[in-house]
């Protein structure tokens, strides 16, 4: 009998470890170039890429004591993200509704509608819904074309955006019926139904909502999930709002016009569409002065549903801040959600702070402004209300329902309970019961069926996919009588704020929009 026990043992042992070794080389190897074809940005440090870590510390500064309200950022070089961050309570994960920069997607997908020979730029709008025109079909109508609609220079003045969504639910038989006062292609103004009828049109020639027509040849190809688009009651994506998705998403599209079309090897929009869909199309202001157009990044002409901007770049954009920025010189492209009054003003931060902080070249490492800016991503926040000022809450309040005169919210009621430090108040309104949360000093994550402010609230649409909506509250003491309440919508720009005061056994309620920017108050009357 042989005995091969110890030396036979060290061998196999030896053997298999060698073997362990390759295998996992192999996997390392397989695992690489997976990562370098994935759907995820490569991260790099800012100066690896030719960027000032310091710039970004600066330019974030800079939002900070500014009147924006940032909620994310993500900032690419060389394809790969130098910078991303969110204010808390956003966070990666979470979508933003994107307002006008869903015009952008609208564009695209008629880019590769065109593209599978299904629409031609030149073909008549009419030509589409025989059965929703008017009477009398006037020539200028006669004319509107699919480029038409792209460039906001369908001529029709006014703007039939803030009527016909809110009017009636045919919004194809609106537009149509809409009087057009110039000839088309002659005059820019922003028509965000025109994108509408974009959408419409890509239903009509494809048999697919707009959504689900770009799911397969956009988002799935750039690893977008979880998108969702708002549509009217008659089941038409909006195309000019509504669509919601991440800020890295946003980068996505950044990344694959500023590619041209290429994404991962693989072509996904030609080139030519690409240059057609983004180069200067309409003058928005002819005749202003120049030196008045240098300072704006609303006057550099518009493109098909994008913006050309100053400094040779370009852009999608949606009201309050949603920003898809393309830097084709600098190889660079920015995201952006946020919420304020001045877009300009967030451009013009840009401008100051990051374009000159790309370099052709790679700059010496920065270990110290790297970890500086990585502390400073890291305590990105808006505030909660501030912590109350009462050693203990008032009872005045607790357990309380007040009834509510009618007012323009259709709300009935509402009571309120104090869980510890915290507020739960439980609104009644036409629509249902809501029970909403807020921390005192902090906010308290949760969702509610209650719809949240929009600039399309009362529109003749389907809202019921936002809901429930992910909202934050948070809640503070004013004085003994008087408290504030704090609701984010946290997969929109938008905020509300409530002021309660008890006087007497009255309650006075002030509803404020963030949107309105201390204007408009709604005033409750209650007992």
């Given at each position: ?15 298999c470890?060698?073997h ?5 080389l192999?996997?390392?190897?397989l ?8 759907n995820?940005f ?13 710039a ?6 800079a ?11 993500m900032i690419?070089r060389h ?37 599978e020979?299904k ?6 709008v009419?030509s589409?819904?025989p ?17 038409d ?9 006014p703007d ?28 820019f ?16 020639i ?10 397969p040849r956009l988002?799935?190809?750039?690893g977008?999930t979880?998108e969702?688009?708002e ?8 195309g ?11 980068a996505?599209m ?39 157009k240098d ?15 100053r ?12 920003y ?5 010189d ?13 877009m ?13 902080a ?22 990105l ?5 501030p ?7 008032p009872?005045a309040?607790?357990?309380k ?26 609104v ?13 000093g902090?906010?308290l ?19 019921s ?15 003994h ?5 704090k609701?984010?919508?946290i ?10 005061h ?21 005033e409750?009357?209650?007992?």
């Open positions: 009998m042989l005995n091969i026990g110890q030396p036979g043992k060290k061998w196999f042992i030896k053997s470890t060698s362990l070794a390759l295998l996992m192999f996997l390392l190897i695992t690489n170039a997976s990562a370098q074809k994935s995820s490569q991260q790099s440090t800012p100066e690896a890429q030719g960027v000032s870590a310091a970004i510390d600066s330019f974030l500064t939002v900070g004591q500014s009147k924006h309200e940032f909620h994310s950022i690419l394809g790969k993200v130098i910078t991303q961050g969110w204010w808390n309570p956003y966070q990666p994960q979470l979508k933003h509704s994107l307002y006008s920069l869903s015009k952008s997607f609208t564009s695209t997908a008629v880019g590769l509608a065109i593209t020979h629409l031609l730029l030149d073909q008549k009419i589409f819904f059965n929703s025109l008017p009477a009398t079909v006037s020539p200028y109508l006669a004319q509107l074309t699919i480029a609609l792209l460039s906001m220079s369908a001529g029709q003045e039939p955006t803030t009527r016909i969504p809110f009017a009636t639910d045919d919004w194809v038989k609106g537009f149509l019926a809409t009087p057009i006062v110039h000839q088309p292609g002659t005059k103004l922003y028509n965000t139904m025109a994108t509408f009828m974009l959408s419409a049109i890509v239903q009509k494809t048999g697919q909502k707009e959504l689900d027509y770009l799911k988002f799935d190809p750039l977008i979880g969702d688009w549509a009217s009651t008659m089941g038409i994506n909006t000019g709002w509504g669509l919601r998705l991440k800020t890295e998403d946003l996505k950044g990344e694959l016009y500023l590619q041209k079309g290429m994404w991962n090897g693989k072509q996904l929009l030609p080139q030519a569409w690409v240059e057609q869909a983004t180069t200067f199309k309409i003058d928005q202001a002819p005749g202003v002065a120049q030196s008045k300072s704006s990044d609303w006057m550099q002409g518009y493109c098909y549903q994008f913006w050309r901007c400094h040779n770049c370009f852009r999608g954009d949606g009201a309050f801040g949603q898809i920025i393309v830097m084709p600098q190889d660079a492209v920015i995201a952006i959600t946020s919420e304020t009054a001045d300009q003003g967030e451009l013009n931060l840009i401008w100051k702070y990051l374009l000159p790309m370099q052709p070249k790679a700059l010496p490492a920065n270990a110290n402004a790297d970890a500086a800016l990585d502390v400073h991503l890291d305590a926040s808006l505030p909660p209300l912590d109350p000022v009462q050693e203990e809450n009872k309040f607790e357990n329902t007040f009834t509510f005169q009618p007012n323009k919210l259709n709300i009935k009621s509402i009571a309120f309970k104090f869980i510890g430090r915290d507020c739960q108040a439980t009644q309104s036409e629509s249902g019961t809501y029970i909403l949360n807020f921390g005192s902090k906010w994550s949760g969702q509610t069926g209650m719809l949240g402010p929009s600039l399309l609230n009362g529109a003749k649409e389907d809202f996919f936002l809901l429930p909506a992910k909202v934050v509250g948070s809640f503070g003491w004013k004085d009588d008087s408290f504030e309440l609701l984010r919508y997969e929109s720009p938008h905020s509300e704020t409530i002021t309660c008890l006087n007497g056994s009255e309650l006075d309620a002030t509803v404020n929009y963030s949107f309105q920017y201390g204007t408009n108050k709604i409750l009357k209650g007992n």
